[in-house]
């Protein structure tokens, strides 16, 4: 699991007049859907968007960005763009040692419904440093854009109050009070290993596997056979399913 402590906050940025506040951090600044988000060959190509930051614990987006990257089970091949976003793009380091680097600040992107953010365990989430993406989160979630956290970011959305009236899961119950004396959403908390409530997605730092699995039936990147044989070949270990897995590739 991933320990997190408690930093001050800083005012949120005030909502442009010309739009709501939700949809004005969803456009970012320029109000316009970029080029480089379009893909006109593949009408429904979406963007999903992994933010970055130091002491990101590598193993809880394993199967995500392995699978996502790769595209080798997925239902369409280029049917969504992973991106590395952060706060800067500065290099961040890892638990695990790995350097990545941002490739798009959070604050020039302009998402769109259908696109998805994941936000990654980390011990310095509670550090000041990532309020912009937190805060956001919530109208994300209303404009249809996916909001998946895990293990140390959750107790940070919570610290921001985006838990308290959202079904939700984290590390544990009484550790995400203790982490974040503000948090009023016990009456919304589940004891499961992931948590789905609509576009928002919550699981503890013990489950990337589930977490994973979530995410990916969420998005409906791959085809139902396919993410059954997928989850049980590494939920049970046994091959036997890899056999499985392979058929629902190759269909009849």
Same mark, same amino acid.
């Given at each position: 699991?991933?320990?997190s402590d408690r930093a001050s906050r800083t005012s949120p940025r005030?909502?442009?007049?010309?739009?709501?506040?939700?949809?004005?951090?969803?456009?970012?600044?320029?109000?316009?859907? &970029? $080029?480089?988000?379009? =893909?006109?060959?593949?009408? =429904?190509?979406?963007? /999903?968007?992994?933010?970055? $930051?130091?002491?990101?614990? *590598?193993?809880?987006?394993?199967?995500?960005?392995?699978?996502?990257?790769?595209?080798?089970?997925?239902? =369409?091949?280029?049917?969504?763009?992973?991106?590395?976003?952060?706060? !800067?793009? #500065?290099?961040?380091?890892?638990?695990?040692?790995?350097?990545l680097t941002p490739e798009r600040r959070v604050g020039e992107i302009d998402f769109e419904k259908g696109?998805?953010?994941?936000?990654?365990?980390?011990?310095?989430?509670? *550090?000041?440093?990532?309020?912009?993406? $937190?805060?956001?989160?919530? #109208?994300? !979630?209303?404009?249809?854009?996916?909001? +998946?956290?895990?293990?140390?970011?959750?107790?940070?959305?919570?610290?921001?109050?985006?838990?308290?009236?959202?079904?939700?899961?984290? =590390?544990?119950?009484?550790?995400?009070? $203790?982490?974040?004396?503000?948090?009023?959403? #016990?009456?919304?908390?589940?004891?499961?290993?992931?948590?789905?409530?609509?576009?928002?997605?919550?699981?503890?730092?013990?489950?990337?596997?589930?977490?994973?699995?979530?995410?990916?039936?969420?998005?409906? /990147?791959?085809?139902?056979? /396919?993410? +059954?044989?997928?989850?049980?070949?590494?939920?049970?270990?046994?091959?036997?399913?890899?056999?499985?897995?392979?058929?629902?590739? !190759? &269909?009849?």
């Amino acid at each position: 699991m991933c320990e997190s402590d408690r930093a001050s906050r800083t005012s949120p940025r005030q909502p442009s007049t010309h739009r709501s506040a939700h949809s004005a951090n969803l456009l970012g600044h320029s109000g316009r859907v &970029p $080029l480089y988000s379009l =893909n006109l060959m593949n009408p =429904n190509h979406r963007n /999903v968007y992994l933010y970055v $930051l130091d002491s990101l614990a *590598d193993w809880e987006i394993g199967f995500i960005t392995a699978e996502l990257r790769s595209g080798r089970y997925l239902k =369409n091949e280029g049917a969504l763009t992973l991106t590395l976003i952060g706060a !800067t793009l #500065d290099p961040v380091t890892t638990m695990g040692g790995i350097s990545l680097t941002p490739e798009r600040r959070v604050g020039e992107i302009d998402f769109e419904k259908g696109d998805a953010v994941i936000l990654p365990g980390a011990d310095t989430w509670m *550090d000041g440093s990532h309020l912009d993406v $937190l805060r956001l989160a919530p #109208d994300l !979630t209303r404009a249809g854009v996916t909001v +998946a956290a895990i293990c140390g970011a959750t107790v940070a959305l919570a610290g921001t109050g985006a838990l308290d009236t959202r079904r939700h899961t984290s =590390n544990d119950r009484g550790f995400l009070a $203790l982490a974040c004396p503000e948090y009023s959403g #016990d009456a919304f908390y589940e004891e499961a290993p992931v948590v789905v409530d609509g576009q928002l997605i919550t699981a503890t730092g013990l489950a990337p596997l589930e977490f994973a699995h979530a995410l990916f039936r969420h998005l409906e /990147v791959m085809h139902p056979a /396919v993410l +059954a044989a997928w989850y049980r070949l590494y939920e049970t270990q046994d091959g036997r399913h890899f056999q499985t897995l392979m058929a629902a590739l !190759t &269909p009849d």
